[in-house]
């Protein structure tokens, strides 16, 4: 039988006609057996070799790039590799990371398929000491590959995965992102503050500003059109509330990730005069877009969490409940169903 019908037969039979718990058992004997016995050091810091599982969700995704990052300069290319979805090639490419990263197509991986195995030969050509499993919720294919690394040490942020040895934990119990993100600041004894200027400046290597520089569009602000990750889309009345209290001293220039983004609001725009730009929010090429801009005006979008921890453009960002970003000195939040007069009084001082 030829190998690649073979394949397909097999994992339509193993995903079919098996039950959860026995495609658990399949891929435990297949990785070597139940968890190994071990003596845990809680000085993870001095771990050399080190592979990560970048989150799978976007915003967390975009929240924990500047440990990534921190991870590598302290480690090196030979010492680090980022397990990361495809679609985030280009942000880790701005990064400098993209060549310290393996990218999967979350399509593909099933086991069975050529680029399966393909990563699962990648991870398997050097000896880990830890492995950070840092995806939320994950599929057994994923899992296993955590487990074939050989690291001793394979830490996660959910304590219910199997295959796992270690469950992050952070002092404060608040399993958020950012909470877990500074408790591995801690853990690998990365300055947070410094982390996250990096990372920042990553951004900016290949281009020449001078941070003094009065931008031409100083008046302008951005308007990210966006959904929330959780919430209603933006109201139209809610645009207009805003053109009012910003204009005529703040011109509005609206965004979105694609066009289809922007048709809903395009009488809205057309009749406050807002331009509108589709903006590749996920490419390397939104951090030239934001430069050129004092802040942009967002809810609390999956990319919201791009623009705070890589982009060092002011953040007004209007929320329904408290989100997950801890208050910071380029984040302005403010009530999304609070008077937008106020806010424009209050974006005037954050903004100088």
Same mark, same amino acid.
């Given at each position: 039988m030829p190998a690649l019908p073979f394949i397909k037969s097999f994992r339509w039979f193993l995903m079919r006609f098996r039950s959860e718990r026995s495609i658990r058992r399949w891929f435990e004997k297949k990785s070597g057996g139940r968890n190994e016995m071990f003596k845990y050091s =809680?000085?993870?810091s001095k771990y050399k070799r080190i592979v990560v599982f970048l989150p799978a969700e976007q915003d967390k995704f975009y929240a924990i790039l500047p440990f990534a990052l921190a991870l590598f300069e302290k480690r090196g290319r030979d010492n680090f590799l980022a397990i990361t979805d495809e679609k985030n090639r280009y942000i880790l490419r701005a990064l400098y990371l993209e060549h310290?990263?393996?990218f999967y +197509? @979350? #399509? !593909?991986m099933l086991y069975g398929n050529p680029d399966f195995f393909e990563m699962e030969k990648r991870l398997q050509e050097q000896k880990w000491d830890l492995c950070l499993f840092l995806q939320e919720d994950a599929e057994l294919p994923y899992l296993y590959l955590a487990r074939i690394t050989r690291a001793s040490y394979r830490m996660g942020i959910n304590p219910d995965f199997p295959f796992l040895n270690i469950a992050l934990q +952070? @002092? @404060?119990? +608040?399993n958020n992102i950012y909470a877990n993100r500074n408790f591995l600041y801690k853990s690998f004894l990365i300055d947070p503050e410094k982390a996250e200027s990096e990372s920042i400046l990553a951004t900016q290597k290949n281009e020449k500003m001078v941070s003094s520089q009065k931008l031409s569009t100083s008046n302008t602000l951005l308007l990210n059109l966006e959904p929330p990750a959780d919430g209603e889309p933006w109201a139209e009345s809610e645009i207009s509330m805003l053109c009012k209290a910003f204009q005529p001293t703040w011109r509005l220039i609206a965004i !979105?990730? =694609?066009p289809k983004?922007? #048709?809903?609001? @395009?009488?809205?725009? #057309?009749e406050f005069d807002i331009r509108s730009n589709p903006v590749l929010l996920h490419s390397e090429s939104i951090f030239s877009v934001l430069r050129q801009y004092p802040a942009i005006i967002t809810l609390n979008s999956v990319h919201s969490h791009l623009f705070l921890n890589l982009s060092r453009i002011k953040i007004i960002m209007l929320e329904q409940n408290d989100t997950d970003i801890p208050n910071n000195n380029r984040l302005l939040k403010f009530g999304r169903d609070g008077n937008f007069y106020s806010l424009s009084r209050l974006a005037a001082d954050f903004i100088k």
């Open positions: =809680d000085d993870i310290a990263s393996l +197509n @979350s #399509e !593909a +952070n @002092s @404060s119990k +608040n !979105a990730a =694609d983004r922007l #048709e809903p609001y @395009s009488k809205i725009m #057309e």
